[in-house]
């Protein structure tokens, strides 16, 4: 029977999600009488979809299919799969012979009807028949198939290995697929540098390249996500696509359709294919040169399945050469269309409206685009990311009206500008839902191409994305759900939970600073790394965002310690290797910031925190060295943990310090560079934990015990030893249970009163040490108040009105979108101006209209004095050229002021957005009396999301993240 596992995978996967059923009994494949035949049509690629099936039925049951000629119906054994096109010689015949209609396929894009019944010709013989609309329709009726048995996408890509079982069976159900939600679904292979050319060329391709073997395995998995389009590599270190031989064969064999990426027009690989004897790639002065340099290739593959990329850029992902201004460029790019379409039209001899052609409006040519550029209505306009994963901009509705309609170019890996994410896929999976369903809301449904980079270490990402392109329903469940649907289909649906949850946390922790970018340095042009932002409170950010990576590396150990051996590479390739390399690069990169911090204090740590930098950076080379040996070398040559040598790769200089003068202990406080640098900051009524750090600066052994705790307060620990183990410091997290009165400490400030007995003591050798608590007032319960100098506000904390929505993003974990589907509105015009602060974008408006979407937020202060009021927002764009990206707030019923988040450009403030993942205004407060206060955020856009709200006063600690996370462990 079917096991829970491929249940999940058909029901929760898109296996028979988007398909019109009627219920029967179970079919079986496999079992102790043995395993179905598989026959097909008689050509190549049905000849492979069979032998994939095949396979697999193999690896479930451990019985081998046999494979049936073409024609071979009355070979059937006493179950037999039947796969072809609707309309081939085989399933007219089978038609006629079964009594079978398939005329609700016909003119069908990519369709399949699956139905099950005993032969009408052969008694005896059950038949399972795929019929589909095309070719790629019977492939992914196939695929289906494959699915239901258990067999994950990734089975050789990730060395999924499906359960074995005695008897595999499947429903026997009648099956009429859905169209897909986009016609074109596929992937770029780029910046293969460092990951798919070396192991192609060194471990797994005969021809020393991304050859036919190498593409095959790609075109295969690309089957098994049920896409249909490829950009093929193109960097300099790869040999072009057409010039490998068998290349474009394998594609045609695997009906694979063929494109080219944004810079590389009519299906050229200009890198490598332009020579310099060709003169300049320039159209204004060596049109003749480019025109023969087209129509050689445009001849050359016209009988191949394509997609073509119009347009010109330069010749490696630069601006158009010769032009010197906008409107030069937007004549020369209407000249090279117009020639191009020429082309096409009398090379393949089509109407050009049934040539698939496409501008992707990438970097300067969506700045041409929207100057004015006149396109013929039946290319596909392509809108691409920001590189970052933020959609740069969507169709207005007359643009999504035209006839070749449009689609989205996107990243989950890029290498350039601010700083390249090459290594481990980190894009969270909540902002590819979110960018997704703007691109399905604006009608972008003709193509989507996903930069996958090496594919690998992107496999999950790379499913997500291909997984909501084939099915737009899945849009509207979590990502998260879909994460541990998937991980159910590649271990089993016991242990899906525990993983999912290992990962949102690995994703979490990237969304506040991918690994690549913890040099917090730059590249094009590349800067040295400095000092991380999470040294700006003193260091406790640095230790507490440690503890997560730390914590989540063991619970990621100790899962894959309780799988099967037969999970055991999977497992180390799509989780343990990305949690405990991301969880290294940030232990080496913190824990030696930390060593300086704590050196410039005399802390004896410095030396034990430098010796544990030193073993991060040893763990990542070791980690490496075992994903390339897995398998028996199988990726030698996949994974580089320091692709393009980029300065935060780099294993520095581990230093030595000396010991310190101060031979006696010490407490250390997790905020020194703060108003409350000298104490413990708890908040009456508000339950948490603080850690303080019991310290030996002589750096001797040295036992220690707590000898009074207050009532209402609780420790990790109560005693220990200080000795070189743990760099002669303890780490003590101090827990409040949130009761109203506690005694001892002082009430705002940084003392210590009340009784002996009511107060934090450690004795460490000799040394009586007295903990200093400070006691923020507090407020009523559900209102939130003041913490540190500053109080957070969560996005989904306030009270919304209709045309807000919570989606499952942001510093928090969800963040409040302004619907999709708003209009833009303004503002109404008041007389004085109300601006406060222009240099943030703070625009003089008045009232909002009454029927714009509004947040309301209560809060309570009791710190008089200047503040800072800081709304941040996940950095998105526009939602269309029609649209801005807007809100406006009114604190205390004051008139509203209108702040604009738009950027331009490569915008330094750009570059800190996608860096951060937030987007930042400020407001300056004056003077906040103490009290109830009320703040109202009005969506004056649609698309614009809020992550969080602050309001920080004077002297309060400085976080890189989100306060809230940032200043406390959370309370057990």
């Known amino acids: 029977m079917l096991t829970l596992k491929s249940t999940l995978a058909s029901l929760l996967l898109g296996t028979l999600l988007n398909a019109q059923v009627c219920h029967a009994e179970n079919i079986r494949l496999a079992g ?22 095949r396979r697999d039925l193999q690896s479930v049951s451990g019985k081998t299919p046999r494979r049936l000629a073409a024609g071979g119906l009355d070979d059937c054994g006493r179950v037999c799969v039947v796969i072809g096109r609707h309309d081939s010689p085989l399933l007219r015949e089978l038609a006629l012979r079964e009594h079978l209609d398939f005329s609700s396929l016909k003119g069908e894009w990519e369709r399949y009807f699956r139905i099950s019944q005993p032969s009408r010709s052969k008694p005896g013989t059950r038949l399972l028949v795929i019929a589909g609309s095309d070719t790629r329709g019977a492939v992914y009726g196939t695929v289906d198939l494959s699915r239901e048995l258990g067999v994950s996408a990734w089975e050789w890509w990730a060395d999924v290995r499906p359960a074995a079982r005695d008897v595999a069976e499947v429903r026997a159900e009648r099956i009429l697929s859905e169209r897909p939600s986009v016609q074109y679904r596929g992937v770029f292979l780029n910046d293969e540098d460092w990951g798919l050319q070396p192991w192609a060329a060194k471990t797994y391709d005969s021809s020393g390249d991304i050859g036919p073997a190498t593409y095959a395995r790609i075109f295969e998995l690309l089957w098994r996500l049920k896409a249909n389009l490829i950009w093929p590599a193109m960097h300099d270190s790869t040999k072009p696509f057409y010039q490998m031989p068998g290349n474009a064969q394998t594609a045609r064999d695997y009906a694979i359709v063929v494109g080219t990426s944004h810079a590389e027009p009519m299906m050229r690989n200009n890198v490598r294919e332009w020579k310099k004897r060709d003169g300049a790639f320039n159209f204004f002065t060596n049109r003749d040169a480019l025109a023969r340099y087209w129509q050689q290739r445009v001849d050359e593959v016209k009988d191949y399945e394509n997609f073509y990329s119009m347009g010109i850029r330069g010749v490696h992902d630069s601006a158009m050469e010769g032009a010197k201004t906008l409107e030069e460029a937007r004549g020369g790019m209407s000249d090279v269309i117009k020639l191009q379409r020429g082309m096409l039209a009398k090379s393949l001899g089509q109407p050009l409206s049934a040539i698939p052609q496409a501008l992707t409006l990438y970097k300067e040519v969506l700045d041409i685009y929207n100057s004015g550029l006149a396109l013929p209505d039946d290319i596909t306009l392509v809108w691409p990311d920001d590189n ?21 170019y996107y990243h989950i890996s890029y290498w350039g500008r601010p700083h390249d994410y090459l290594w481990l896929g980190t894009t969270h999976p909540g902002l590819i839902r979110d960018q997704l369903q703007r691109a399905a809301s604006t009608g972008a449904n003709k193509v989507w191409v996903v930069n996958v980079g090496d594919i690998k270490p992107a496999e999950y990402l790379t499913q997500y994305f291909l997984d909501l392109a084939f099915d737009q329903r899945l849009l509207a469940r979590g990502a998260n759900q879909h994460l541990q649907d998937w991980l159910a289909m590649q271990f089993g649906a016991t242990q899906a939970p525990a993983i999912a949850a290992i990962m949102q946390e690995y994703y979490s922790l990237a969304w506040e600073r991918r690994p690549e970018f913890m040099g917090f340095g730059q590249t094009e042009p590349t800067t040295p790394t400095r000092q991380t932002d999470y040294m700006q409170s003193g260091g406790e950010e640095a230790e507490l965002r440690l503890a997560r990576y730390q914590a989540l590396v063991l619970r990621a150990q100790a899962i894959g310690a309780a799988l099967p051996a037969a999970s055991q590479d999977a497992y180390f390739e799509l ?19 930390l060593a300086a911090q704590y050196a410039r204090m005399g802390r004896p740590a410095a030396q034990f925190y430098a010796r544990q930098a030193a073993a991060a950076q040893a763990a990542i080379v070791a980690d490496t060295a075992r994903y390339n040996a897995l398998g028996g070398g199988k990726w030698r040559g996949m994974m580089d943990a320091a692709p393009r040598r980029l300065p935060v790769f780099d294993a520095p200089a581990f ?23 000298g104490s413990l900051a708890f908040t009456r009524g508000r339950a948490e934990t603080k850690t303080v750090t019991l310290i030996q600066y002589g750096a001797q052994q040295q036992a220690w015990s707590a000898t009074s705790v207050p009532p209402g307060i609780s420790l990790s620990a109560s005693k220990g030893a200080l000795n070189d183990s743990n760099g002669y410091e303890q780490r003590i997290d101090v827990r409040y249970d949130g009761r109203a009165h506690v005694a001892g400490g002082s009430e705002g400030g940084g003392g210590s009163g009340g009784s002996g007995a009511s107060q934090l003591r450690f004795a460490c050798g000799s040394d009586q040490l007295q903990a200093k608590i400070q006691w923020a007032p507090g407020a009523d319960d559900g209102v939130a108040t003041e913490h540190e100098r500053v109080i957070t506000l969560p996005a989904t904390s306030g009270a919304a009105t209709a045309g807000w929505s919570a989606i499952d993003l942001g510093s928090f974990g969800a963040s409040m979108r302004a619907d999709l589907a708003l209009p833009s509105r303004e503002l109404g015009a008041v007389g004085a101006a109300n601006a406060v602060d222009t240099a943030n974008k703070v625009d003089a408006t008045g009232t909002a209209s009454a029927t714009a979407p509004a947040l309301l937020y209560r809060f309570h202060s009791h710190t008089r004095g200047a503040a800072q009021l800081k709304i941040v927002a996940v950095p998105v764009h526009p939602l269309t050229s029609a649209n801005k990206l807007r809100i406006a707030v009114s604190l205390d019923g004051q008139p509203p002021a209108a702040l604009d988040y738009t950027t331009h450009g490569r915008s330094d403030e750009w570059k800190n957005n996608v860096l951060t993942n937030s987007a930042v205004r400020n407001i300056a407060l004056p003077d906040l009396a103490p009290g109830p206060h009320t703040l109202k955020v009005l969506a004056l856009d649609p698309g614009f999301i809020l992550d969080r709200i602050e309001i920080a006063f004077d002297g309060a600690p400085k976080y890189y993240g989100n306060p809230a996370a940032a200043a406390a462990r959370p309370t057990p």
Request: glycine share 10%.
């Open 32 to 53: 102790p009488d043995g395993v179905a035949d598989v026959l097909s049509e008689d050509s190549v690629t049905m000849d492979l979809a069979a032998g994939l099936l």
């Open 388 to 408: 970052y994963g933020y959609l740069h901009q969507l169709s207005t509705p007359a643009e999504a009206a035209r006839s070749g309609g449009a689609g989205l």
């Open 575 to 593: 989780v343990l290797y990305p949690v405990r390399a991301s969880a290294n690069l940030n232990a080496r990169i913190l824990k030696l910031d």
């Open 655 to 677: 230093p030595s310090y000396a010991s310190a003068s101060r031979t006696s202990c010490g407490l250390a406080y997790p905020t020194p560079l703060s108003a409350q640098g």
